[in-house]
């Protein structure tokens, strides 16, 4: 039976994880499935309280004694993994069928991808405008609601592409996706120079060094989609200094 791995990592918001585990636990079938949960030393008490549900063996919960951030704790389980598949997961994900294993039957059916993310969907069954091409700085300012930039944003989304298909793509998300485990440890997990924001960009050119990344629409789960207040700048300074850090490694780019 094909192993396949997942893992989430938390800072607060006890409540929704257990939800995505649940929904995972619930609908993942024909595989062997081991789910890691990482608490980033939570101050609400969220490590403690996942410690203390009873999920069963197959989930295995870690607290760490700081926030390390998003790309290094994930990469906390990178010695665990003896899966041939693992999942990156958001907190805020959950699922209501079995697209775990066949996300790995697609894969498997298509050897030269190395990395692999469904359609995402809002809880209302919205669909989530994710796919993009490779970030660049006009791109990127038009999601962030820069005015006058529209084309330049939905080329960057790849809005001009057929997305009912499943399609190659530059820039896979971080709140879903799957990649061979294999693969996953061969580039060494996530750059742990990012604290968050941006790093899902770096590891989809790192795993692009492997093999294809690509968008499955056929496949689809669920996604919150949580964002930082606007009126907090933090979140926005550590966007700043991530994307300074990709286009520093990655070469600097205007538009598409």
Same mark, same amino acid.
């Given at each position: =039976?094909?192993?396949? !791995?997942?893992?989430?990592?938390?800072?607060?918001?006890?409540?929704?994880?257990?939800?995505?585990?649940?929904? %995972?636990?619930?609908?993942?079938?024909?595989?062997?499935?081991?789910?890691?949960?990482?608490?980033?030393?939570?101050?609400?008490?969220?490590? *403690?309280?996942?410690?203390? @549900?009873?999920?069963?063996?197959?989930? +295995? &919960?870690?607290?760490?004694?700081?926030? &390390?951030?998003?790309?290094?704790?994930?990469?906390?389980?990178?010695?665990?993994?003896? !899966?041939?598949?693992?999942?990156?997961?958001?907190?805020?994900?959950?699922?209501?069928?079995? &697209?775990?294993?066949?996300?790995?039957?697609? =894969?498997?059916?298509?050897?030269?991808?190395?990395?692999? /993310?469904? +359609?995402?969907?809002?809880?209302?069954?919205?669909?989530?405008?994710?796919? +993009?091409?490779?970030?660049?700085?006009?791109?990127?300012?038009?999601?962030?609601?820069?005015?006058?930039?529209?084309?330049?944003?939905?080329?960057? *989304? =790849?809005?001009?592409?057929?997305?009912? @298909?499943?399609?190659?793509?530059?820039?896979?998300?971080? !709140?879903?996706?799957?990649?061979? /485990?294999? &693969?996953? @440890?061969?580039?060494?997990?996530?750059?742990?120079?990012?604290?968050?924001?941006?790093?899902?960009?770096?590891? /989809?050119?790192?795993?692009?060094?492997?093999?294809?990344?690509?968008?499955?629409?056929?496949? /689809?789960?669920?996604?919150?989609?949580?964002?930082?207040?606007?009126?907090? %700048? +933090?979140?926005?300074?550590?966007?700043?200094?991530? =994307?300074?850090?990709?286009?520093? @490694?990655?070469?600097?780019?205007?538009?598409?």
């Amino acid at each position: =039976m094909r192993k396949i !791995s997942a893992c989430i990592v938390s800072y607060n918001g006890a409540e929704e994880v257990v939800k995505a585990v649940e929904s %995972l636990l619930c609908h993942t079938r024909d595989c062997q499935l081991t789910v890691y949960l990482v608490d980033n030393a939570s101050p609400d008490g969220t490590g *403690a309280q996942l410690e203390q @549900k009873n999920f069963g063996p197959n989930v +295995k &919960v870690i607290c760490l004694a700081e926030n &390390v951030g998003f790309g290094k704790g994930h990469n906390t389980v990178l010695p665990l993994l003896d !899966s041939e598949y693992h999942f990156v997961l958001n907190p805020d994900i959950f699922v209501d069928g079995n &697209v775990l294993p066949q996300i790995c039957d697609w =894969m498997e059916e298509h050897p030269e991808v190395v990395m692999a /993310t469904p +359609k995402l969907l809002f809880p209302d069954g919205r669909v989530q405008v994710l796919p +993009k091409r490779k970030p660049n700085i006009l791109g990127l300012a038009a999601r962030q609601g820069v005015p006058g930039l529209k084309k330049y944003g939905d080329r960057y *989304a =790849m809005l001009d592409e057929d997305l009912t @298909k499943p399609t190659a793509i530059e820039f896979c998300t971080g !709140s879903f996706f799957c990649m061979r /485990t294999q &693969v996953f @440890k061969a580039i060494g997990g996530f750059d742990e120079g990012y604290f968050m924001y941006v790093e899902d960009a770096d590891i /989809t050119q790192k795993a692009r060094q492997k093999g294809l990344v690509y968008y499955l629409p056929q496949f /689809t789960a669920y996604h919150a989609w949580h964002r930082a207040p606007n009126k907090s %700048l +933090k979140p926005f300074f550590q966007q700043l200094k991530s =994307m300074g850090r990709y286009f520093n @490694k990655w070469g600097w780019r205007l538009g598409c």
